[in-house]
C-alpha cells in the first residue's frame, strides 16, 4: 500500500457530535476543509457479552480508520495535543481523570490506587464481601451509620471506644460480661438504679399538718461491679 493511500485510510478529526446510545461520534477532518462525518462508532475494548462503554468529549482529537471509498469508517481513540497535555507524566501510573476532576489512578512503583471522587461514590454488592487489610486503617468522616439487618459482630484484643460527648446504649436488655468490670469513680457517681428510682418517686410520708410529703429526690449512688455481678449501694 502507498504511503498516499495510507493517509487516506487513516485521518486525524476533531469530535463534533456524540451519539451516546449508539456510542458514535461525528468527527470533522480539517484537512479536507472541514468536512464533518457521518456517525462513526467508537472502538471499544469489549461489545459482547462483556461490554465496555468509553466515548470521547466534544473537540477531543482522534484517531479515524476510513475505507479507501469513504463510505465507512471507525474512530480507533483519541490523542494528546499541543493544546490538549497529558495530566500525568509520570510512566509509573495509571490516571483516569474526568471533566469534574474526579480521578482513579494506580501508582505501580508505589503499589498505591488511589480514587479521588468529587461527589458521591456507591458500590452494590448482590452477595458477600470480604475486606482483608494486613497493615492498619482509618476511616474519617463527619458522620458514620453502620446497619445491619442481623447482627453487628466485631471482634479484637483490644477494644476503645471514646467520645467527646456522649455515649449511648439503647437495647431491651444490655449484658456485659467480664472477668472484671470496672466502672470509673466519677461514672459510679451517676448510676441510679431502676427500681430505687422507681420506689422513691412513689414515697411519701405523712407531713406535720397531716398532709403528705413531697416524693424525695432520687440520689447518685456508687457502684462497684467485681466478677459477673455489679453491687450496687447506697
Known amino acids: 500500500m502507498k504511503s498516499q493511500e495510507l493517509l487516506n485510510i487513516i485521518k486525524y478529526g476533531t469530535v463534533t457530535e ?16 472541514d468536512v464533518v462525518s457521518y456517525y462513526m462508532p467508537v472502538l471499544q475494548s469489549f461489545a459482547g457479552k462483556n461490554n ?22 471507525v474512530v ?28 482513579i489512578e ?13 461527589g458521591s461514590a456507591e458500590i452494590i454488592i448482590d452477595k458477600s464481601i470480604t475486606i482483608t487489610i494486613t497493615e492498619d486503617k482509618e476511616i474519617s468522616a463527619k458522620n458514620i451509620k453502620i446497619t445491619a439487618e442481623s447482627e453487628i459482630n466485631i471482634e479484637c484484643k483490644t477494644a476503645n471506644i471514646k467520645a467527646d460527648s456522649e455515649a449511648n446504649i439503647e437495647a431491651g436488655t444490655v449484658n456485659l460480661k467480664g472477668s472484671k468490670v470496672n466502672v470509673g469513680e466519677n461514672a459510679a457517681r451517676g448510676i441510679l438504679h431502676e ?30 461491679c467485681v466478677s459477673s455481678t455489679c453491687k450496687v449501694s447506697v
Request: hydrophobic share 35%; charged share 20%.
Open 18 to 33: 456524540i451519539k451516546a446510545d449508539a456510542a458514535q461520534v461525528k468527527v470533522a477532518f480539517k484537512e479536507s476543509g
Open 52 to 73: 465496555a462503554y468509553v466515548l470521547p468529549s466534544i473537540d477531543d482529537v482522534v484517531v479515524c480508520l476510513i475505507s479507501p471509498r469513504g463510505d465507512a469508517g
Open 76 to 103: 480507533l481513540g483519541s490523542i494528546y495535543t499541543g493544546i490538549n497535555k497529558p495530566l500525568i507524566t509520570d510512566e509509573n501510573k495509571y490516571n483516569i481523570t474526568f471533566e469534574d476532576e474526579s480521578s
Open 106 to 118: 494506580y501508582d505501580k512503583k508505589e503499589n498505591l490506587l488511589k480514587a479521588d471522587i468529587k
Open 195 to 224: 427500681g430505687l428510682i422507681d420506689w422513691l418517686s412513689t414515697h411519701t410520708h405523712t407531713g406535720n399538718m397531716g398532709s403528705p410529703t413531697s416524693p424525695p429526690v432520687a440520689p447518685l449512688i456508687s457502684a462497684s
